[in-house]
């Protein structure tokens, strides 16, 4: 069916719309707060990522207690930028292992499975900063956006919680803050990294399990951990470009 003219100019001016609206967004977090990105910082220069090494995960929750902390969440537990799951895979049903995350993990995991077969392991989850991330498609006001080192950040002066990219995400790393009515999540602690600092739950893991990387970074040690280990991305048929890379990864693992 052909396009009308003015078919095209309502589109045109709808685009025109949203792109102004993430650009402002933008122009707020890197203009209107200065104190998050200071001027020597240089975005271009960086391509943040995040890796998880499973393995080493003890499950004490100190990241989640850091992240809350830090960027203010709410300590209700379905209010968290991030969180630690336990599993409990039964050598006798595999394919649906025993998942709990009391909490968030906020607490640590009182003990559970002592004395039964089976392997239990954690696995902390959080935003995985998508290359090509759904919830910035969906969002109808450009308030959720990319920024130019690779993190996916929320500019709530915008935002209308209307949760589409809550049910877009397919990681489930967004939440309405009821203090606000206004989407959040982990921005990797951006007004930390913007600063040569890490993150608030890399800074307190005691095992060096969590790590932010730098991917732009040629002597960054995410990229030894990369080339040294068979790593992998939670649900990589979404095909979203996710930034946070396990190992030791499950396959019994959503």
Same mark, same amino acid.
């Given at each position: 069916?052909?396009?009308?003219?003015?078919?095209?100019?309502?589109?045109?001016?709808?685009?025109?719309?949203?792109?102004?609206?993430?650009?402002?967004?933008?122009?707020?977090?890197? =203009?209107?707060?200065?104190?998050?990105?200071?001027?020597?910082?240089?975005?271009?220069? =960086?391509?943040?990522? #995040?890796?998880?090494?499973?393995?080493?995960?003890?499950?004490?929750?100190?990241?989640?207690?850091?992240?809350?902390?830090?960027?203010?969440?709410?300590?209700?537990?379905?209010?968290?930028?991030?969180?630690?799951?336990?599993? =409990?895979?039964? $050598?006798?049903?595999?394919?649906?292992?025993?998942?709990?995350?009391?909490?968030?993990?906020?607490?640590?995991?009182?003990?559970?499975?002592?004395?039964?077969?089976?392997?239990? #392991?954690?696995?902390?989850?959080?935003?995985?900063?998508?290359? /090509?991330?759904?919830?910035?498609?969906?969002?109808?006001?450009?308030?959720?956006?990319?920024?130019?080192?690779?993190?996916?950040?929320?500019?709530?002066?915008?935002?209308?919680?209307?949760?589409?990219?809550? @049910?877009?995400? $397919?990681?489930?790393?967004?939440?309405?803050?009821?203090?606000?009515?206004?989407?959040?999540?982990? /921005?990797?602690?951006?007004?930390?990294?913007?600063?040569?600092?890490?993150?608030?739950?890399?800074?307190?893991? $005691?095992?060096?399990?969590?790590?932010?990387?730098?991917?732009?970074?040629?002597?960054? $040690?995410? =990229?030894?951990?990369?080339?040294?280990?068979?790593? @992998?991305?939670?649900?990589?048929?979404?095909?979203?470009?996710?930034?946070?890379?396990?190992?030791?990864?499950?396959?019994?693992?959503?």
């Amino acid at each position: 069916m052909d396009e009308t003219r003015r078919d095209f100019l309502l589109k045109t001016g709808k685009f025109i719309v949203l792109s102004a609206a993430a650009a402002g967004a933008w122009e707020a977090v890197v =203009h209107g707060q200065p104190d998050r990105v200071p001027e020597a910082y240089r975005l271009l220069d =960086h391509w943040w990522a #995040f890796t998880i090494d499973i393995d080493k995960c003890i499950g004490c929750g100190n990241c989640v207690y850091a992240c809350k902390k830090e960027n203010d969440v709410p300590l209700e537990p379905q209010f968290s930028r991030t969180w630690v799951e336990r599993y =409990h895979v039964n $050598p006798d049903d595999m394919e649906h292992p025993e998942v709990d995350s009391p909490d968030g993990g906020y607490f640590g995991f009182p003990e559970k499975y002592a004395g039964q077969d089976g392997k239990n #392991f954690f696995v902390p989850k959080m935003c995985n900063h998508c290359a /090509t991330s759904p919830c910035v498609q969906v969002c109808p006001v450009g308030a959720t956006f990319e920024s130019p080192d690779g993190v996916v950040l929320v500019d709530k002066s915008y935002c209308l919680g209307c949760r589409y990219c809550v @049910q877009a995400c $397919p990681y489930g790393c967004r939440f309405i803050d009821p203090r606000t009515s206004t989407v959040d999540k982990c /921005t990797l602690c951006y007004h930390r990294i913007t600063k040569g600092l890490t993150t608030a739950c890399c800074e307190v893991c $005691p095992t060096g399990a969590r790590q932010l990387g730098d991917l732009k970074n040629p002597n960054d $040690p995410i =990229h030894a951990f990369l080339r040294d280990h068979k790593v @992998q991305i939670l649900k990589p048929q979404m095909a979203t470009g996710a930034k946070c890379y396990y190992n030791g990864l499950d396959g019994s693992v959503r």
